[in-house]
């Protein structure tokens, strides 16, 4: 439909027009603008629903939305029947499944991303519904399911048809394949309650740790990879063969009694007071609804009928910054005015119902060009390949680096220096390049070309990693230091040793000062020299001294893991450190002791195996047992491997306040041995907190957070031993 040509020349208009959204024209008429703005909402509809493959973000696509939605506002002379505006976008796509007509129009939602919108479309339904501007209006407040809509009637209780969203009038009938789905009930009483024919409106979802799964297999099985779970959902309802739909994980979730009547065709729904009261009567009745809490999401209600819109507001910040939590991938969350009586009196446009709005999350995803590619130097000598990229804002945050992981990752997306890049934020924590956008490359592009030398010292060549482990290219014998310093950062680091006091720049310190040359060194250091650095002083040096002090009593299976063995991460360290009483104990193992061990694989038996039988690594070990660092095992190590059956496993658990009915160190044992891990403070990260006597600011902020579980010292008891001590 698209020549490539044509494509680089509407993603450029649009990064052109998304700089263009104060309102200040770059055109001498509106009419062009507007031309120019169907043309490339047009185009990147192809891309999106037609051609599953979308160039820009969502949020990015409704800036140009609301650009051209605000020009025909202003010029209603200019609204055209094909402009975007005038009609419900469409996911057709030509597909094989016969063609069916909802019983009610299927509309979109108009969009908010900040509290002012929100404010601003209560002062709307306010003027819509003749209010008072100071009479509160209660809403219902639900999430925005990242998925593929469908739409399932229900005759004489019983399922007749199931159908996705189409273009809103019309949709493919999947009847068969919604048929899979075990969140999808056959029959339901609806006649209980005097309904006939209901159509019901949701969203069908793959749970997050499903959708890793489904990847995991499809990688050991050589197919191609999904992008992420909302691809995989919306491919699986439309699956020839019923088997695969039931294959992919699907779940619905049900969020609205879109159509009702009784047997003589009277209007039904109409009878509810409130949406409220509809979602709780599909709940009753079987359906999987947004009232459902999950283990995961008990803190926070996935749905809550808000007072006000200030309590709106509040709300869908919390989910903003908790959405990761949950197991469903969300992009928002839904506003519905609550009272039906007041929804009719608000209506509908073309496009959207007027009594409700979707508030979308900070954007993940974006566009911008990849400038360069550099590379780094890992502890274990991996030539890490980073990518430089035109800052952009995403998430909250600016990106302008993103590691490329690999020679294999970069292979595998054919990424090229020059390009323009689709960049995501996973998890609005660590950033990631999804793909390169190949149509609008014009011949400039570089490919990424691995360096033969290390490229802080030319003269060490770079060897592929051996067969079987990841593809990685290594510097195997570091002269330039980069690779010992890395060993340092993360020997001190706080998942390893937990040394306070040794930050990066302390260490790049001693390095110069020539004071570390092994990790031993890191445990003879001359702390009143270090009180004579520029900088330091002998309160910094006494504070390094009992930094390192106290990580020299430490549990063995933290040793083990700052070491920087290849592949010996937290978990193998600690299972491996249950079974010895010395870690030089492991000089005597072979590799099938180590493979004696739940979760241990062959990978991770090999390098240990390796290291142990390493003369120089025993005795640098040999060295810092001599200068006072523990290897023998303590009782933190025995009780390492947590509990997986244990009732709190998966929880994270911290005590505060002085505890009455038993010491910290039995209640930590406790928790562990329940499968909990303990956290070193209050965070929204935080599952549970455990309240003595006088507790003070730990409780108070678990109280603001509002997402942790406050348990009192009995309560804990009754949860991990049946009920309490004697």
């Known amino acids: 439909m698209y020549t490539p040509e044509q494509q680089r020349a509407l993603f450029d208009q649009s990064k052109a027009l998304l700089q263009n959204t104060t309102g200040n024209s770059l055109f001498d008429a509106p009419e062009a603008k507007i031309a120019d703005l169907i043309a490339v909402l047009r185009f990147h509809e192809w891309r999106y629903y037609v051609q599953n493959d979308p160039m820009i973000s969502d949020f990015e696509y409704d800036q140009l939305f609301n650009q051209l939605k605000a020009l025909e506002v202003q010029h209603p002379n200019l609204v055209t029947p094909e402009s975007p505006t005038q009609r419900v976008g469409d996911d057709n796509s030509g597909s094989a499944f016969s063609q069916v007509a909802h019983l009610t129009p299927m509309l979109s939602l108009d969009n908010s991303y900040d509290a002012e919108d929100l404010r601003d479309f209560d002062t709307s339904i306010k003027k819509l519904c003749g209010l008072d501007k100071e009479e509160a209006v209660a809403y219902c407040v639900e999430p925005k399911y990242d998925g593929g809509t469908i739409a399932l009637v229900y005759e004489n209780d019983l399922l007749v048809r199931g159908a996705t969203r189409g273009d809103g009038a019309l949709g493919d009938d999947i009847t068969a394949n919604m048929r899979t789905l075990k969140s999808i009930p056959l029959r339901a009483e609806f006649s209980k309650f005097g309904i006939f024919r209901a159509e019901l409106r949701g969203e069908a979802l793959i749970r ?121 991938e969300l992009d928002g969350m839904v506003v519905k005015l609550n009272r039906i009586d007041l929804q009719a009196k608000c209506g509908y446009t073309s496009h959207h119902p007027r009594w409700a709005i979707a508030f979308k999350f900070r954007a993940r995803q974006a566009t911008t060009r990849l400038r360069d590619v550099e590379f780094q130097v890992g502890k274990t000598g991996a030539i890490t390949p980073v990518a430089k990229l035109e800052p952009v804002a995403l998430a909250g945050v600016t990106v302008s680096n993103v590691s490329l992981h690999n020679e294999e990752f970069i292979r595998s997306k054919d990424i090229r220096i020059g390009d323009r890049v689709l960049v995501e934020r996973a998890g609005d924590v660590i950033p990631y390049i999804v793909k390169p956008l190949e149509e609008l490359r014009d011949g400039t592009e570089i490919p990424v070309e691995f360096p033969e030398y290390c490229p802080f010292d030319e003269t060490k060549t770079v060897k592929l990693a051996r067969a079987g482990e990841e593809a990685a290219w290594r510097c195997p014998n570091c002269t330039c230091g980069l690779q010992a310093y890395q060993k340092y950062v993360f020997h001190v680091s706080k998942h390893a040793m937990d040394i306070e006091g040794l930050s990066k720049a302390t260490i790049e310190r001693l390095i110069e000062m020539g004071w570390l040359n092994s990790l031993a060194d890191l445990y003879r250091i001359d702390y009143d020299a270090v009180s004579q650095l520029s900088g330091f002083g002998k309160r910094s040096a006494d504070n390094l001294k009992a930094g390192i002090e106290k990580a020299k009593k430490n549990p ?121 891990t303990l956290a070193s403070g209050v965070s929204k990260h935080l599952n549970i907190l455990v309240v003595g006597e006088k507790a003070g600011s730990k409780l108070k902020k678990a109280q603001e957070l509002g997402t942790v ?10 949860k991990t031993t049946g009920g309490s001590e004697e």
């Open 208 to 328: 997050k740790d499903i959708f890793e799964k489904i990847n995991a297999r499809r990688q050991q099985d050589g197919e191609t990879l999904f992008a992420n779970p909302r691809n995989a959902a919306t491919g699986g309802l439309r699956m020839k063969d019923p088997k695969e739909t039931a294959a992919r994980g699907l779940e619905a979730f049900i969020y609205q009694l879109g159509f009702a009547e009784d047997r003589d065709g009277n209007p039904v729904q109409n009878s509810f007071e409130s949406h409220d009261e509809s979602i709780h009567l599909l709940e009753k009745i079987g359906f999987k609804t947004p009232l459902a809490n999950t283990e995961k999401e008990q803190h926070l209600p996935a749905t809550k009928t808000c007072a006000n819109i200030e309590e709106v507001i509040e709300y869908c910040l919390a989910w903003q910054e908790y959405r990761d939590e949950y197991p469903y």
């Open 556 to 676: 063995i299976h933290r040793l083990l893991h700052s070491l920087s063995v290849h592949h010996l991460g937290q978990k193998a360290s600690k299972l491996i450190a249950a079974e010895i009483g010395h870690v030089l104990d492991l000089c005597d193992w072979d590799l099938e002791k180590y493979q004696t061990i739940k979760d241990i694989g062959p990978v991770v038996a090999q390098k240990v195996f390796d290291f142990f039988h390493n003369p120089d690594n025993v005795a640098l070990l040999r060295e810092m047992e001599a200068l006072g660092v523990n290897l023998t095992q303590t009782d933190d190590d025995k009780k390492a491997d947590l509990n997986e059956d244990g009732p709190l496993f998966g929880k994270s658990i911290l005590f505060t306040g002085s505890l009455t009915q038993f010491t910290r160190e039995t209640a930590e044992a406790a928790a562990a041995a329940a499968g909990a």
């Open 709 to 718: 579980e406050i348990w009192s010292e009995t309560e804990f008891l009754e």
